[in-house]
Antibody
Framework: EVQLVESGGGLVQPGGSLRLSCAASGFTFSSYWMNWVRQAPGKGLVWVSH????????TYVDSVKGRFTISRDNANNTLYLQMNSLRAEDTAVYYCVRGAPQGFDIWGQGTMVSVSA | DIVMTQSPHSLAVSLGERATINCKSS????????????LTWFQQKPGQPPKLLIS???TRESGVPDRFSGSGSGTDFTLTISSLRAEDVAVYYCQQSYSSPFTFGGGTRVEIK
């Protein structure tokens, strides 16, 4: 079964850091671009970042540039999102998403990040 | 950045009736080299991640009922549910994957009238 499972979310104080992980299974992880998408409580979807198959080409939404870093370990089929200098507005469910040619086709269940004092 | 604008924000439709959702992009999302529109529709039910319904503006994903259809090209797109069923209650999003940042529309909530 094709599956993405996120972990690493939790409650953190403003200015703190978290590292999210996404374990992929059931497909050749190294062949796909990967993405992070977030959704604040009761709000819409916001694309956060994506990473090419080799891990060398990355892009970010402006609101996280310089604070978040996306990376991957193809040997262990894992995607990461390092989040530093967290702000209240980063509070959201973070989804790990596979990027297929036709679009964002496989989504994890998400991990909740809450930034609050 | 490409801005995606969906309308309406919410929609109440009787069971068996048609639901129509519009999505407009601020820039063209049609790649001339392959004649594909980089426009995707997602369905999100409460407590669940989004599900890819339609890619390339009009291609249904495997397993998606044929009452769902997508149309449009360039900057104007439509998702149609031809005969609404109770299980179609959800929020629907369009997204462009033409250029980064890969922006989503604000979503359209579909409910039963």
């Amino acid at each position: 079964e094709v599956q993405l499972v996120e972990s690493g979310g939790g409650l953190v104080q403003p200015g703190g850091s978290l590292r999210l992980s996404c374990a992929a299974s059931g497909f050749t992880f190294s062949s796909y671009w990967m993405n992070w998408v977030r959704q604040a409580p009761g709000k819409g979807l916001v694309w956060v970042s994506h990473l090419d198959t080799g891990g060398s080409s990355t892009t970010y939404v402006d609101s996280v540039k310089g604070r978040f870093t996306i990376s991957r370990d193809n040997a262990n089929n894992t995607l990461y999102l390092q989040m530093n200098s967290l702000r209240a507005e980063d509070t959201a469910v973070y989804y790990c998403v596979r990027g297929a040619p036709q679009g964002f086709d496989i989504w994890g269940q998400g991990t909740m990040v809450s930034v609050s004092a | 950045d490409i801005v995606m604008t969906q309308s309406p924000h919410s929609l109440a439709v009787s069971l068996g009736e048609r639901a129509t959702i519009n999505c407009k992009s601020s820039q063209n999302v049609l790649f001339k080299s392959n004649n594909k529109n980089y426009l995707t529709w997602f369905q999100q039910k409460p407590g669940q991640p989004p599900k890819l319904l339609i890619s390339w503006a009009s291609t249904r994903e495997s397993g998606v009922p044929d009452r769902f259809s997508g149309s449009g090209s360039g900057t104007d797109f439509t998702l149609t549910i031809s005969s609404l069923r109770a299980e179609d209650v959800a929020v629907y999003y369009c997204q462009q994957s033409y250029s980064s940042p890969f922006t989503f529309g604000g979503g359209t909530r579909v409910e039963i009238k």
